[in-house]
């Protein structure tokens, strides 16, 4: 569900990429739990999501999340943890340009 999502996205179909990223992520979550790899890669993916709507605010929230998730969960040391903060330290730079 993920992948189509983004292959909507890649339409320009923003709006229905968004709703089918928040449905992929709240199945995650419920099926997986809030913990699992599937669903912090989801919640990612949601947030830039809602960033490329311009919705900055939201997304940095859900960002927010996701990175301290991932580091609790797989640490400071993981791939995908590190670059979860380096995408979310940008959006942050960006914002105060």
């Not at 449905?23 to 809602?50: K, T, Y």
């Not at 996701?66 to 995408?87: F, H, I, K, Q, Y």
């Amino acid at each position: 569900m993920g992948e189509l999502a983004m292959a909507l996205k890649a339409l320009g179909r923003e709006k229905e990429a968004k709703a089918m990223l928040a449905d992929c992520f709240e199945a995650q979550q419920r099926v997986l739990g809030p913990d699992h790899a599937h669903s912090l890669i989801s919640m990612a993916n949601l947030a830039g999501m809602l960033r490329d709507l311009g919705q900055d605010e939201e997304c940095l929230e859900i960002m927010e999340e996701c990175a301290a998730a991932m580091e609790r969960v797989s640490g400071l040391d993981d791939p995908r943890t590190c670059n979860v903060w380096a995408v979310l330290k940008q959006w942050r730079i960006d914002d105060k340009k």
